[in-house]
């Protein structure tokens, strides 16, 4: 059975163009889900998976407590591997196909208000030389709505220096064009005239924009831990990630009056759906208003 993954991660790689966490996620649900076929259940041909022996399987998952949208995520899996082989002809129906997915309640983000944005921003030293580099990263996430992985794989040939934008590698590779605030390019020009040239002479084959001490390119744990450090210099009592800036960039946009098309473009959402759970926070942001300004909210 192995080899049905191996096809179906070559199709996914090849065809679909995933990234490589999507890769990485779909690789290890269906190991999970074939080793529970062949130790648990001792079915070694997938011709032989019945629609029970799928329902089994999620109830497995559920009795491991994992997280309702893991759940949901492995079950989306396990029904697009076996459309896969049926499409191949591996199996003559997909087991799967009527199996029900949970629903799962919406869970609105995290987010920072605008003043909390600035505690943080305002707590990193504009006179130590990485701390230029840090002040760089997060202004711009937050300018530009980036995921954690578009900031690390960010080039400096990406920077549109005239047309004030820069350029994003998103999911799947899809290409989008995204505005970048003139406080964020100020502190960018900043950091690659003070600090870049001297990281980048340890390491000369590194494109990427932002780098470590050693000149390497930043990882996405690295990113973590620089967000941290700072928050917690700010003293800013919130769990605070790099997606929180993301989220707190779509909210405060559409607070602001933007609308939700352009926000979607930016954020790069392939559905709008996705983009309108900031409608939500939007929302609650109006009844805090509401509850903070009204004569009757005493």
């Known amino acids: 059975m192995e080899q049905f993954i191996r096809e179906y991660m070559t199709m996914l790689k090849i065809e679909r163009n995933l990234a490589r966490n999507s890769l990485e996620s779909y690789q290890r649900d269906l190991n999970q889900y074939h080793s529970f076929l062949k130790d648990d259940l001792k079915i070694n041909s997938i011709r032989n998976v019945t629609l029970g022996h799928i329902r089994t399987y999620v109830r497995h998952l559920s009795d491991k407590s994992m997280a309702a949208n893991s759940v949901k995520r492995a079950i989306s899996t396990i029904r697009t591997y076996h459309n896969f082989l049926l499409f191949e002809g591996r199996m003559k129906d997909n087991p799967a196909q009527l199996l029900d997915t949970p629903k799962i309640p919406q869970k609105l983000p995290n987010i920072l208000t605008i003043e909390e944005i600035d505690i943080i921003l305002n707590i990193i030293p504009n006179d130590k030389p990485m701390a230029l580099r840090d002040l760089a990263i997060f202004e711009m996430m937050y300018s530009c709505g980036l995921r954690v992985t578009e900031l690390c794989d960010i080039k400096t040939t990406d920077i549109l220096w005239d047309s004030e934008i820069i350029r994003v590698n998103g999911k799947g590779n899809k290409q989008r064009f995204v505005p970048i605030g003139p406080i964020a390019r100020d502190n960018l020009k900043i950091y690659l005239n003070l600090k870049r040239p001297s990281l980048a002479d340890k390491n000369n084959n590194v494109i990427e924009l932002f780098l470590s001490q050693n000149g390497r390119k930043l990882t996405r744990m690295m990113i973590w831990v620089l967000l941290k450090k700072w928050t917690e210099a700010s003293n ?16 405060h946009l559409l607070e602001g009056g933007a609308d939700l098309r352009s926000v979607q473009e930016m954020l790069g959402h392939a559905d709008i759906s996705t983009t309108q759970v900031y409608t939500h926070l939007d929302k609650e942001h109006l009844k805090e208003v509401h509850r903070t300004f009204h004569p009757r909210f005493d």
């Open 236 to 251: 800013l009592q919130k769990q605070v990630s790099p997606h929180t800036l993301r989220h707190s960039f779509a909210t």
